[in-house]
């Protein structure tokens, strides 16, 4: 039998699951990018200034090199 998840405790999405979630993800969405602009600013010294252009870059540049699927070994 497979494990069941958070959702077969529950049996419904509550709205402050929901709520949380939605939050989690507008906040990583902001704080991301700009986390990673001042990481290479850190790490090499390159003097990026913090405009909404860079930070659209630094999300175009996440976004590009995120996993696209699940990693599923075969036999398991």
């Given at each position: 039998m497979a494990k069941k998840g958070f959702m077969s405790k529950c049996g419904k999405w509550t709205p402050?699951?929901?709520f949380f979630g939605a939050f989690a993800a507008v906040f990583a969405a902001i704080v991301v990018?700009?986390?990673f602009i001042w990481a290479l600013n850190e790490l090499f010294g390159l003097h990026i200034v913090f405009t909404?252009?860079?930070w659209l870059a630094a999300v175009?540049?996440?976004v590009l090199v995120m996993?696209?699927?699940r990693?599923?070994?075969k036999g398991k």
């Open positions: 402050i699951v929901v990018p700009y986390a909404f252009y860079t175009i540049l996440i996993p696209k699927g990693f599923m070994p």
